[in-house]
């Protein structure tokens, strides 16, 4: 028979499993949504050309909207149209939304496995 406080245990254990697998759910729903996805950074760049005579070597700088994205470990940086800004922003950021969803995965992954092992711990009995 197991004692009181051991079933009060189980009880949250059981608990915690079903509020991980609902945060698990919310982040497969992110892989299930159906964007296109964008790897990297939309941001505004300012600078230099390099012409001396140019009205940027005296302080106004060339901007334009980049996006930059790591590739074989180096960074890779691309002008973007302003006819595609709004579009590369969005789906930059759902990349990122995803990227995060598969991390949160991983953690939940682990934290399921950790209360399937408490919980064995504890409805185990000696043969
Ligand atoms: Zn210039």
Known sequence: MQKKA???KLSR???ALWVA???LEGALEVACERSALVKGNV???ARKCGKPSCACAAGQLHRSMV???SHQGKTRLRTIPPDKLDRLRAHSEHYLRYRRARARVTEIHQ???KLFDQIEKLRREKP
Do not use: A, N, T
Request: charged share 35%; glycine share 6%; hydrophobic share 45%.
């Open 43 to 45: 941001y505004e760049l």
């Open 21 to 23: 697998l609902k945060e």
């Open 6 to 8: 051991d079933l009060d």
């Open 67 to 69: 996006l930059s994205w």
């Open 13 to 15: 254990l059981r608990g």
């Open 111 to 113: 934290q399921i496995l």
